[in-house]
């Protein structure tokens, strides 16, 4: 069963920084793209940030110069450095990937959520 599972959330003072992880684990061909989402209460879940296979990455405009994304492609892991935190990034963070289960095959995963909490 293809999963992802995410690690990194936690609680950081505003200005300081946090490193999350998403690794996609199971039975499948490969990783194309891999994003990260939050998700505010009675909000839609947004766009942070996303990477592609060949590595180009785009960012929400709330994030750019804050937040990067990176991937590792022989780790099937992608990742968020997240610096200069601010109050307002407290949500919880989304892992999503698209992953070829078999052969042109392609079907988009998530994670369960992980907690970012930001204190001023």
């Known amino acids: 069963q293809v999963q992802l599972v995410e690690s990194g959330g936690g609680l950081v003072q505003a200005g300081g920084s946090l490193r999350l992880s998403c690794a996609a684990s199971?039975?499948?061909?490969?990783?194309?793209?891999m994003a990260w989402y939050h998700q505010t209460p009675g909000k839609q879940r947004e766009l942070v940030a996303s990477?592609?296979?060949?590595?180009?990455?785009n960012y929400a405009d709330s994030v750019k110069g804050r937040f990067t994304i990176s991937r590792d492609n022989a780790k099937n892991t992608v990742y968020l450095q997240m610096n200069s935190l601010k109050p307002e990034d407290t949500t919880v963070y989304f892992c999503?990937?698209?992953?070829?289960?078999?052969?042109?095959?392609?079907?988009?995963?998530w994670g369960q959520g992980t907690q970012v909490t930001v204190s001023s």
């Open positions: 199971g039975r499948f061909l490969s990783v194309s793209a």
């Open positions: 990477i592609s296979s060949g590595g180009s990455t």
């Open positions: 999503y990937a698209v992953l070829e289960t078999s052969a042109n095959i392609f079907q988009q995963y």
